[in-house]
């Protein structure tokens, strides 16, 4: 499996879609932005024609309204690779949502079930008292994931907290972290954008978007606006500006602000990795799969 990853506006797709077509082979989408079906534009997902070029998997493929969650995709792609391994020497995956890729690569450690009636209660805290309130708490509770976890998410703020409550037990004593064997081999690619360019590349998107339809898709969604798909940059930045809290120019401009953060989030995980090879967008060549392939 070849994985090609980097931050938000890297130009991950279209390196994608040149190795696939290359290699005669399907993609994997591995960004969990993309998997909901009523939003493309704020998630930037492949459009139209890029997605004639190649079969991709896990775009638009549920809804927001449903519970899915990073062990269902972990379980649907092993499934799917194995029957694409089948008539393919090779498969692409791209994205951004570096635990994502990981629970593919390495799988995911065995954790609790969720509790329906904790989770409600820490959702009614979290709107309440905010996300100052779930970091303290999990301090409290579990000081070690504390450091790990991205603080400013609070999806993973109050899992990590459902599991302290429901079990007694820290949140980290249950990630172990112990790989588990594949039975395919995987070679990662990075692509490494200078900050300048990348902020431009970041901006240049949010314009297209925002010139695409993003208000109206927002508005189109702004009843679903508390579901856990919809708390992610674009959709939370377009809902203040509907709720009179800002104007439609500071909205946009608190998106770029918080794509920029969230592309270096992206880049602060991503090198932690010791197995990516970083390259240049424009160094692809098909030399460096075959290279890697034939290893």
């Not at 077509?21 to 930037?44: C, H, M, N, P, V």
């Not at 690779?81 to 799988?107: P, Q």
């Not at 709720?243 to 270096?264: P, S």
Request: with cysteine; net charge neutral.
């Amino acid at each position: 499996m070849l994985i090609i990853l980097g931050p938000t506006a890297s130009g991950k797709t279209d390196l994608a879609i040149k190795v696939a077509k290359w290699l005669d082979t399907e993609i994997i989408s591995a960004d969990s932005r993309q998997f909901y079906r009523e939003l493309s534009i704020g998630t930037a997902k492949p459009n139209a024609e890029q997605l004639a070029e190649v079969e991709h998997h896990f775009i638009g493929h549920i809804s927001i309204s449903e519970d899915y969650n990073i062990s269902r995709f972990e379980q649907d792609v092993i499934r799917l690779l194995d029957k694409l391994f089948e008539t393919h020497r090779a498969v692409v995956m791209t994205g951004g949502s570096g635990l994502y890729i990981d629970a593919v690569c390495n799988g995911i450690d065995e954790q609790p079930e969720h509790d329906p009636a904790i989770r409600h209660l820490l959702k009614e805290e979290y709107k309440a008292r905010g996300i100052n309130y779930l970091q303290k708490e999990l301090f409290s509770l579990d000081p070690l994931y504390y450091k790990e976890v991205d603080l400013s998410n609070p999806n993973r703020l109050m899992r990590a907290l459902e599991v302290c409550l429901m079990t007694g037990k820290p949140y980290s004593t249950y990630r172990k972290g112990h790989r588990q064997q594949r039975n395919f081999r995987t070679i990662k690619f990075g692509i490494r954008v200078p900050r300048e360019e990348l902020v431009e590349r970041i901006n240049r998107r949010i314009d297209g978007m925002m010139a695409s339809g993003l208000l109206e898709e927002a508005k189109a969604n702004y009843s679903c606006r508390n579901l856990n798909a919809l708390n992610t940059v674009g959709y939370k930045e377009m809902f203040e500006y509907l709720d009179g809290i800002c104007t439609l120019e500071d909205a946009v401009e608190k998106i770029r602000i918080n794509t920029r953060r969230y592309a270096k989030r992206q880049m602060t995980w991503f090198r932690k990795d010791p197995e990516i090879n970083w390259i240049q967008p424009e160094s692809f060549s098909p030399v460096i799969f075959n290279k890697s392939l034939d290893r």
